[in-house]
């Protein structure tokens, strides 16, 4: 475990919890928060009747997390009916990814959770009418800049986020689940083929169990920007539990990476979860996934990097390397997606628009006091 | 313990190393800063508020200069809250108010054991004033003149309505104002204490008024709302009080709530039963003591 | 437009609430988080359809009777517009009876 977490701990033995004293829980809380894990963990102690054995002040925290939690899984499962209804119209098949695929599925990693957008995949020829589909229901793009136009859909593998005008939500489209400019490129009408529906669930889709944990490990550690590299590896932990009662899960999960050239993210997914989240994976499975491992003199410094990066990332948690961790695996995943003769005017370009941001900067002297 | 028994030094001290930790209402703050004006701002405006042992807080709060050239050239002050900085950066003069408004957003976000209303909180004989208001409606004036004038502060800026209880919880901070409500209350109260006004181009003066020592004394006392109350300046008019409908009430606290759209279903509820239990009205209002009185009066009524 | 050969009712989904004082009407959807303030007429279908009352006719009777108006054409024309927009607001669903 990184030095100070805290919270990694907690999460897999919530019965510590009452051993806890106040400056214990100053701590867990905290660093909870920065890693959008705060009502996950609330979560996980509610359900095993350990909440009143948390202090009062924060086991207000935790309860307002769940508050918060419960609010948007509802808003998201609204959204996804909503979505479902304006493809419906425009006779659009899709399929739900990430977060939302978790609230309609009934997943695990669905309690707790906190989300900014829903993603979902739509076949790249019928983009045009997804588009409009939603359009005419609401969703208008969001980038009206010709450069990140261009960037989403020339060189990614999504259009330009779309938002609801009225209700502000924010829709992610994928055509594909990495861009055409990145290394690994699992083949969309594979992964299409294989979604399945959600069991009452009112014509909404998912990916398969084993393309969903494909999808998360990928995303964790080949396209993200590792913001909440904790709470991501914290869902794939809770996947692999959940799919992985079906002893059928495994040889299909091993399969189905090769098929798809997805065997590196699954080695760093499998190595990690069994490393600092003590998921019960099977050691032939372990190995087996292994044999895409990196090569011998790269593993030891991956492992420095993302032991970094994966924890709470809090002060307390810091160590000298971890921002210099964090901005490597950024570049890295940046690299992953784009050729370097693209990434470097891109990067240049978003460090810009940082600088100086089109919108204003939020004042809160009028007295409104509302975050951006 | 308060902040004014603290001896000389020691509050700038704990800013700089290792925080203060203060009680403010319901929740423990622990705030760094090696900024003056906020060792300032503190001690001159929140002399009443308890200092507490290091045990948790529920809000971890940094002013400090931002990282590189704005250090010097031009230098400013960046909020910080759990080590990460919501807002852009403020003038370093704006420190102290900056620390307020970053502490209400706080509240606003977190505290969802309560419904959270953009109101002021004013209470007496028992009954709380919940006054919701834009900016530029005397909202700030009107309160700091009643607790001048006897009113108890729960609150100028954020009204806490415990979802438990459905009672106000007070959380009593300083009373901004601005322009030329800051003139206006020096003459209306002129023992009250005003902090030196800030300069901010675009809304003019900022001024902070401590609130009673008695407000501070009883932050612990929740009280049962009794009134929801629209006041609007206008110069020179004529007082009206005037019934507004229960369900037009009921809009306008939802418009003015901070965290109703997390609470669901719970915060409709919440509001439906503020609404229930509080006359309604809108006070137009042209002269500070003549609204003072008017609010006396109704005080009175219901006792 | 409903089919002759189809009749439709009105029900109010599962977790929608609502509040009227003095014949105004306040609401809640919780899937959109979306609170309404309701004109009149439909404050009226919405405290009607939540009594129990389903049908168009009885609805639109009940409206006449409830806020003194004339059951004539032009108020049916006002219902269905309004049961419309609370259908499209979530506040109450449509279903064939």
Known sequence: MAAGDHLTPLLLQPERAPRLTLADWDIVVRQGRRAALLATLATRLDDRHLLKTVPERPRRHLQAAMAIAHRHAAAVAWEAGEIGRALAFGDVPFVLLKGAAYVAAHLPPAAGRLFSDIDILVEKGRLADAEQALLVHGWVTTHHDPYDQRYYRQWMHELPPLRHVRRQTVLDLHHALLPETARLHPDPAKVWAAAVAVEGGAGLRVLCPADMVLHSATHLFFDGELDHGLRDLVDLDALLRHFGNDPAFWPRLLDRADELGLGRPLHYALRYTTQRLATPVAAAVVRSAARAAPTPLAAPLMDALFSRALAPDHPTCATPLTPLARFLLYLRAHYLRMPLHLLLPHLLRKAWMRRHPERPPARPLNGELREE | MKVADLPAGAVARRLRHGGLDLRLGPFIARIESPIPAVTEGITQLWAEAAVVERGFADFHVRLAPPAGLRRWFRPQVLFEFDGAAPFLPLPREQAFAFLEWGLNWCVANHAHQYLVIHAAAVERHGGVAILPAPPGSGKSTLCAGLIARGWRLLSDELTLVSLATGKVAPLPRPVSLKNESIEVIRRFAPDAVLSAPCHDTTKGNVAHMRPPATSTARDGEEAAAAWILFPRFRAGAPLELGERSRARTFMAVVENGFNYHVLGGDGFDAVATLVDRCGCFDLTYGDLTEAVATMDRLAQEQQ | ?97
Do not use: C, N, Q, Y
Request: glycine share 8%; net charge negative.
């Open chain 3, 1 to 97: 437009m409903a089919s002759a050969s189809v009749i439709h009712g009105w029900t109010v989904p599962p977790g929608v609430r609502w509040r009227a004082w003095e014949g105004e009407v306040v609401a809640f959807h919780p899937g959109s988080g979306d609170t309404h303030l309701l004109a009149p007429i439909a404050g009226a279908l919405l405290e009607a359809v939540a009594s129990g009352i389903t049908s168009k006719e009885a609805l639109l009777r009940h409206v006449a009777h409830h806020l003194d108006l004339p059951s004539d054409d032009a108020l049916a024309a006002i219902v269905e517009e309004a049961l419309a927009t609370l259908v499209r607001r979530g506040l109450l669903s449509e279903d064939p009876l």
